[in-house]
């Protein structure tokens, strides 16, 4: 579907009167502080899915994209206050009030599983101000062709008159129940910043961003200059976060949701997948801070058996433990050196890096750690035996550095050297 506009405002002034698709929707009327909002949810599963419609667009813009995310969880789409269903209030609501409206629907919907919020145009401010200000509430976002408040800042560098003569020609295309809420959106582009000024944390994101050029449109903001710029704030703004994905495409208009659904689509598809495996890397690093203090307890356990000279439960302790922990061998090589420098317990080092060859036999580095272990304990000559097995490992191993062996023969030539003094 093309803009009749070309500005995101404009496009939205057009109001899209298109049903949802969705035959096990289910509607309701949900009552925040100062009114009630028409939403419609469906799905269910282990996310939460809101999708925030642009600048007087109701819910029904979603109906080409939200049926498909039901495979993720629930959906809920709404329209905000004094669009489509959702009775206005007594005065047009800014962006603060907005986005209060929106964690009011969240806390009366009483939504438990994590938030995934998708924002068109303006809705992609709602969805910023709100990860801005409620940032453990939501798990990622999509932003889809949004709103940049530093627009028409960086357009005026370059044309300020064209800027001047689209604001004056948007405002008089304006209907006059829009006018209002203009208003407050042209004072954001004033200002050239959100309400909440806060950074997002790094979260799974998308932004799809639209650079189609349309045909006999007289506003500046839709030429080609304008919308690489458009991209290229864009850009900015995802350069921010180190896991998502940034959408260019010239085959949509401003609504990429209807044009190009399945680009939608695919950004929560990969959103979702992103917050799965952000998820699983935080379980196992839970598991494995579990594992190493459990870890700790046991080394405590053993210091205390060696302490009492009963060397063989000490070490029957740590290898029991060791084994249950299915720590690899860059950690458990770790681990040892916390003995042995950190801790300055030689004995107990020895018994982890005695551990970790016995376990990674083929590793040149846990041979060569264990024979540092060793030297510290003034046995040279199995030592020695160590760093010849770490060489030759070494030497086979084509991906070794030169310095890591240098390194080996380093600890060699100690051993030796201890040797000779005997």
């Known amino acids: 579907m093309k803009n009749l506009f070309a500005l995101f405002l404009v496009a939205a002034l057009n109001v899209i009167s298109v049903s949802p698709t969705l035959a096990q929707g289910t509607e309701k009327m949900i009552s925040v502080t100062n009114g009630q909002l028409h939403t419609l949810e469906a799905g269910d599963g282990p996310y939460t899915i809101i999708f925030e419609a642009g600048f007087m667009s109701d819910l029904s813009v979603w109906h080409k994209v939200a049926p498909a995310a ?10 905000r206050a004094g669009v489509g269903k959702s009775p206005a209030r007594a ?132 030429t080609a200059p304008a919308l690489a710029i458009k991209r290229e704030l864009h850009a900015r703004f995802f350069a921010q976060f180190s896991n998502g994905v940034h959408v260019v495409t010239n085959q949509s208009g401003h609504h990429i949701q209807l044009d190009e659904p399945h680009l939608v689509i695919d950004a929560i598809n990969l959103v979702v997948t992103n917050i799965e495996k952000e998820t699983q890397k935080r379980e196992r690093q839970i598991a494995k801070q579990k594992a190493r203090q459990a870890m700790m307890l046991e080394i405590e356990k053993a210091d205390a058996l060696l302490n009492a000279n009963k060397v063989q439960e000490a070490s029957a302790t740590l290898n029991e433990a060791l084994k249950v922990s299915q720590l690899t061998e860059s950690e458990i090589n770790q681990l040892g050196f916390d003995m042995l420098e950190k801790a300055k317990k030689p004995l107990l080092a020895e018994i982890v890096l005695a551990y970790n060859v016995a376990r990674f036999p083929q590793s040149d580095n846990a041979y060569d750690s264990y024979g540092e272990a060793l030297l510290a304990l003034n046995k040279f000559e199995e030592a020695k035996t160590q760093f010849e097995q770490a060489l030759r490992l070494g030497k086979a191993n084509p991906q070794r550095s030169p310095k890591a062996l240098l390194g080996y023969e380093k600890n060699l030539k100690k051993a030796e050297q201890g040797l000779s003094k005997k």
């Open 91 to 222: 005065q047009p609501l800014n962006l603060i009030q907005h986005t209060e409206e929106l964690r009011q629907l969240i806390d009366t919907m009483q939504i438990k599983t994590p938030i995934i919020l998708v924002g068109h145009s303006y809705g992609g401010w709602v969805v910023r101000e709100f990860a801005a200000k409620y940032p453990k509430q939501i798990a990622g976002f999509v932003l889809v062709d949004p709103a940049n408040e530093t627009l028409e800042v960086e357009l005026r560098k370059i044309n300020p008159e064209k800027v001047a003569q689209d604001q004056k020609r948007l405002e008089s295309m304006a209907p006059p129940v829009a006018k209002a809420d203009l208003a407050l959106v042209q004072k954001i582009f004033d200002e050239a910043k959100l309400p909440t000024n806060t950074a997002i944390p790094d979260m799974p994101m998308a932004i799809l961003s639209s650079i189609q050029v349309a045909r006999n449109n007289p506003f500046y903001q839709e």
């Open 70 to 79: 039901t495979k993720h969880g629930k959906i809920i789409l709404y329209s």
